[in-house]
């Protein structure tokens, strides 16, 4: 028996974020998490605010809730959390996945590492700022990206993904791309409200903050190659959960 934390499974929808935006997939978020960013958009995976929905499960009965929900409309699934890399046990649904045929996206912090990372087609880490109220560990993140790169499979691909809120962020964003040169890397807008239930008024806030990031971002010469994104699920559902 091989249970895993599931606080929801939803799908089919779009990918909002990151280097996979617009992709059709269902995700799994799993419950629980080393971190506690004030920010968090999915506090309730680790805050207990939900512990009574969080349902311990086989890979086979998230496979059988995936299949319920996305049919055979779907190649893809988002692992997300919380953090889901503290769940060494994961490898058994991510071999029900492979064996299915699936493609599997992950989201991590990059505070742990995990042997499955290996099996994962699209890797996103997301190395909080400061604003986040966490330290980084720098000697883990550099570990993981050192293993992922020396695997060097064509197929499948890690990326890093920066939120920012501010200044400071911005400027632990530009040390983060001077450390690990040709990963593939990604800006992506803070949501500093992610309690209001009025859409229209976020999404004006939030396209003020894309558009501050873009202007910022595309006179520095020190950020290159990098993409700059929103995240785009919130301009379509706002802070609605399970998008
Ligand atoms: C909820 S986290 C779960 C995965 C993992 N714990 C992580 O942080 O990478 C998924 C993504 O949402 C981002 N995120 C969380 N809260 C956010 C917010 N308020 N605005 C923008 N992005 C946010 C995180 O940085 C991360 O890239
Ligand atoms: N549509 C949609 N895209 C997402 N990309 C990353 C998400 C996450 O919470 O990890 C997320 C999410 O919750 N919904
Ligand atoms: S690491 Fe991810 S899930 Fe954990 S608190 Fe931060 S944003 Fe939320
Ligand atoms: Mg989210």
Not at 81 to 89: D, R, S
Not at 148 to 167: M, T
């Given at each position: 028996?091989?249970?895993?934390?599931?606080?929801?499974?939803?799908?089919?929808?779009?990918?909002?974020?990151?280097?996979?935006?617009?992709?059709?997939?269902?995700?799994?978020?799993?419950?629980?998490?080393?971190?506690?960013?004030?920010?968090?958009?999915?506090?309730f995976?680790?805050?207990?605010?939900?512990?009574?929905?969080?349902?311990?499960?086989?890979?086979?009965?998230?496979?059988k809730?995936?299949?319920?929900?996305?049919?055979?409309?779907?190649?893809?699934v988002?692992?997300?959390?919380?953090?889901?890399a503290?769940?060494?046990?994961?490898?058994?649904?991510?071999?029900?996945?492979k064996?299915?045929?699936?493609?599997?996206?992950?989201?991590?912090?990059?505070?742990?590492?995990?042997?499955?990372?290996?099996?994962?087609?699209?890797l996103?880490?997301?190395?909080?700022?400061?604003?986040?109220?966490?330290?980084?560990?720098?000697?883990?993140?550099?570990?993981?990206?050192?293993?992922?790169?020396?695997?060097?499979?064509?197929?499948?691909?890690?990326?890093?993904?920066?939120?920012?809120?501010?200044?400071?962020?911005?400027?632990?964003?530009?040390?983060?791309?001077?450390?690990?040169?040709?990963?593939?890397?990604?800006?992506?807008?803070?949501?500093?409200?992610?309690?209001?239930?009025?859409?229209?008024?976020?999404?004006?806030?939030?396209?003020?903050?894309?558009?501050?990031?873009?202007?910022?971002?595309?006179?520095?010469?020190?950020?290159?190659d990098?993409?700059?994104?929103?995240?785009?699920?919130?301009?379509?559902?706002?802070?609605?959960?399970?998008?």
């Amino acid at each position: 028996m091989s249970k895993i934390p599931v606080l929801e499974i939803f799908g089919p929808t779009i990918q909002g974020e990151g280097m996979v935006i617009g992709q059709k997939t269902m995700f799994v978020r799993t419950a629980g998490c080393d971190y506690s960013c004030s920010w968090c958009d999915s506090a309730f995976t680790w805050d207990g605010s939900s512990k009574d929905s969080i349902r311990q499960m086989e890979p086979d009965e998230i496979w059988k809730e995936l299949k319920e929900l996305g049919g055979e409309g779907f190649s893809f699934v988002t692992i997300s959390g919380g953090n889901p890399a503290l769940l060494k046990n994961l490898d058994g649904f991510i071999s029900l996945l492979k064996a299915e045929r699936i493609k599997i996206c992950l989201e991590t912090q990059g505070s742990r590492w995990q042997d499955w990372f290996y099996e994962i087609d699209e890797l996103t880490i997301s190395p909080k700022p400061p604003s986040s109220g966490m330290k980084t560990d720098f000697e883990m993140l550099d570990l993981i990206l050192e293993k992922l790169q020396k695997r060097g499979d064509r197929d499948k691909q890690v990326s890093l993904k920066i939120v920012i809120f501010n200044d400071d962020d911005y400027e632990y964003a530009k040390m983060v791309y001077q450390r690990y040169p040709g990963i593939p890397f990604y800006l992506q807008v803070g949501n500093d409200d992610t309690a209001t239930a009025d859409d229209q008024d976020l999404m004006q806030r939030l396209l003020g903050k894309y558009n501050w990031l873009i202007e910022k971002t595309m006179v520095d010469h020190d950020l290159k190659d990098v993409k700059v994104l929103p995240q785009l699920h919130t301009y379509i559902w706002g802070n609605k959960r399970g998008v």
